[in-house]
């Protein structure tokens, strides 16, 4: 009878990475029909007509209309780039249709599959994948280890400060020279990343990563909401449509979720609002605001980093203390750890936390919306996969439906809202 339970959880398991790989090459194969192929038909570029840059750790946005005089159509210059055009660079992107107005027949040519810039992006993304799987993984084993979760989020918010002031202090990246009034508007997206991270590992440390991630893709839910609420901002009905697969889907995964809790669903769902709130927050109040010099995608991600630390030690030091992690400290040097291994553990989490918010600025600052979004569906899933199989997580069958049904739901929301722009 053990034998059999043990099999049919070995099925389950197996089918449901079926499940799971099933909707990532559904969801490709959608991505790719709808936009690769209309891309690839496109031969001649469309007049440029706005200059689209994201921030996109941070969830800004920033549109501009472009400079009088440069509407012409790319075929009269075909030797020019982009750039030299006065056109943005790493808004040329090959799978996305609409950013062939972005391209110039040179550049068109360059984006070709096996081209430099197509190894680049490969490259980069794969490299991202790696450090965001390694420090989910890496995290859940110092929540394991230590089971403080507003200490270690403060540790891997803090760890970004040492890094980058390196690279500060040694001119490898210039310094951010931030006014006054600039500093203050940076201080409500700080305080949503900080709380983003901080309901996310409390999230990871109470229950399963795979559904902490299916759960926090319910923020394209909360952004829709809070847009509407507090910004009587309303989208069309289609983009609204896209919100039932997700609910439905998040739903199906809780009810069916072997190793439920509370505190992991509350805690992963907090993280999807603060991360809405803090994207809408960055448009609305930062858009077109002078904050100051050398504020690069990376810099405003370390200055936010740096702020939310602070922000959040007051309270990590009210709810756990160092009393509280002095003796989680000493239960896990009883159950075997060694100091130098739980700092060794600590580090590595802080340092894959910081540099896999650096690889995505360098990744997703080259390309378009449309590919942003499907990159983001596919590096949910493969964290979902890797983490099923390292931590050997078990999920129903109907579960990972819900899981699936989410993670597409919250790609076909981003794909939908696109191209309502």
Same mark, same amino acid.
């Given at each position: 009878?053990?034998?059999?339970?043990?099999?049919? &959880?070995?099925?389950?398991?197996?089918?449901?990475?079926?499940?799971?790989?099933?909707?990532?090459?559904?969801?490709?194969?959608?991505? !790719?029909?709808?936009?690769?192929?209309?891309?690839?038909?496109?031969?001649?570029?469309?007049?440029?007509? %706005?200059? $689209?840059?994201?921030?996109?750790?941070?969830?800004?946005?920033?549109?501009?209309?472009?400079?009088?005089?440069?509407?012409?159509?790319?075929?009269?210059?075909?030797?020019?780039?982009?750039?030299?055009?006065?056109?943005?660079?790493?808004?040329?992107?090959?799978?996305?249709?609409?950013?062939?107005?972005?391209?110039?027949?040179?550049?068109?040519?360059?984006? !070709?599959?096996? !081209?430099?810039? &197509?190894?680049?992006?490969?490259?980069?993304?794969?490299?991202?994948?790696?450090?965001?799987?390694?420090?989910?993984?890496?995290?859940?084993?110092?929540?394991?280890?230590?089971?403080?979760?507003?200490?270690?989020?403060?540790?891997?918010?803090?760890?970004?400060?040492?890094?980058?002031?390196?690279?500060?202090?040694?001119?490898?990246? #210039?310094?951010?020279?931030? +006014?006054?009034?600039?500093?203050?508007?940076?201080?409500?997206?700080?305080?949503?990343?900080?709380?983003?991270?901080?309901?996310?590992?409390? %999230?990871?440390?109470?229950?399963?990563?795979?559904?902490?991630? @299916?759960?926090?893709?319910?923020?394209? @839910?909360?952004?829709?909401?809070?847009?509407?609420?507090?910004?009587?901002?309303?989208?069309?009905?289609?983009?609204?449509? %896209?919100?039932?697969?997700?609910?439905?889907?998040?739903?199906?995964?809780?009810?069916?979720?072997?190793?439920?809790?509370?505190?992991?669903?509350?805690?992963?769902?907090?993280?999807?609002?603060?991360?809405?709130?803090?994207?809408?927050?960055? #448009?609305?109040?930062?858009?077109? #605001?002078?904050?100051?010099?050398?504020?690069?995608?990376?810099?405003?991600?370390?200055?936010?980093?740096?702020?939310?630390?602070?922000?959040?030690?007051?309270? !990590?030091?009210?709810?756990?203390?160092?009393? #509280?992690?002095?003796?989680?400290?000493?239960?896990?040097?009883?159950?075997?750890?060694?100091?130098?291994?739980?700092?060794?553990?600590?580090?590595?989490?802080?340092?894959?936390?910081?540099?896999? +918010?650096?690889?995505?600025?360098?990744?997703?600052?080259?390309?378009?919306?449309?590919?942003?979004?499907?990159? +983001?569906? @596919?590096?949910?899933?493969?964290?979902?996969?890797?983490? $099923?199989?390292?931590?050997?997580?078990?999920?129903?069958?109907?579960?990972?439906?819900?899981?699936?049904?989410?993670?597409?739901?919250?790609?076909?929301?981003?794909?939908?809202?696109?191209?309502?722009?």
């Amino acid at each position: 009878m053990a034998a059999m339970t043990v099999c049919a &959880t070995r099925s389950a398991r197996r089918g449901s990475l079926v499940l799971v790989l099933a909707a990532l090459a559904a969801a490709w194969g959608f991505c !790719s029909n709808a936009f690769v192929t209309p891309y690839i038909s496109h031969q001649t570029p469309t007049p440029l007509r %706005s200059r $689209v840059r994201m921030a996109t750790a941070t969830g800004f946005k920033e549109d501009e209309d472009e400079d009088q005089g440069q509407g012409k159509s790319g075929s009269d210059t075909p030797e020019l780039s982009a750039e030299a055009l006065g056109r943005e660079p790493g808004t040329c992107d090959p799978f996305d249709p609409k950013s062939a107005e972005y391209c110039s027949p040179q550049e068109v040519e360059t984006t !070709s599959f096996l !081209s430099k810039r &197509t190894l680049k992006l490969g490259a980069l993304f794969m490299l991202w994948y790696a450090l965001n799987v390694g420090y989910n993984i890496g995290n859940k084993l110092v929540l394991t280890a230590l089971p403080t979760p507003w200490s270690s989020a403060t540790w891997e918010l803090f760890f970004g400060l040492p890094y980058v002031g390196f690279l500060w202090l040694t001119g490898l990246r #210039k310094r951010p020279e931030l +006014n006054w009034s600039g500093l203050k508007l940076l201080i409500p997206p700080a305080f949503f990343l900080a709380c983003t991270h901080v309901f996310g590992v409390i %999230s990871f440390g109470a229950g399963a990563i795979s559904f902490t991630h @299916v759960c926090k893709a319910t923020e394209p @839910v909360w952004t829709a909401l809070i847009s509407a609420i507090f910004f009587r901002e309303f989208l069309p009905v289609p983009v609204y449509l %896209s919100l039932i697969p997700i609910i439905f889907g998040v739903s199906l995964a809780s009810a069916h979720e072997l190793s439920f809790t509370w505190i992991s669903f509350i805690a992963a769902t907090g993280s999807a609002v603060t991360s809405a709130s803090k994207a809408i927050l960055g #448009k609305k109040v930062l858009d077109g #605001k002078s904050l100051g010099k050398n504020l690069t995608p990376g810099n405003m991600f370390a200055v936010l980093t740096i702020l939310g630390c602070f922000m959040i030690l007051p309270a !990590s030091m009210i709810i756990e203390g160092p009393n #509280k992690f002095t003796a989680a400290w000493a239960h896990a040097r009883a159950a075997g750890y060694t100091a130098q291994r739980l700092w060794l553990m600590l580090s590595i989490s802080g340092f894959l936390y910081y540099t896999y +918010n650096e690889v995505a600025f360098l990744a997703l600052k080259e390309v378009a919306p449309v590919t942003h979004a499907v990159t +983001n569906t @596919v590096k949910r899933v493969v964290i979902i996969i890797a983490s $099923v199989i390292v931590f050997r997580t078990p999920i129903t069958p109907l579960g990972a439906l819900g899981s699936s049904l989410a993670i597409i739901g919250a790609l076909m929301y981003s794909l939908a809202k696109n191209q309502k722009k």
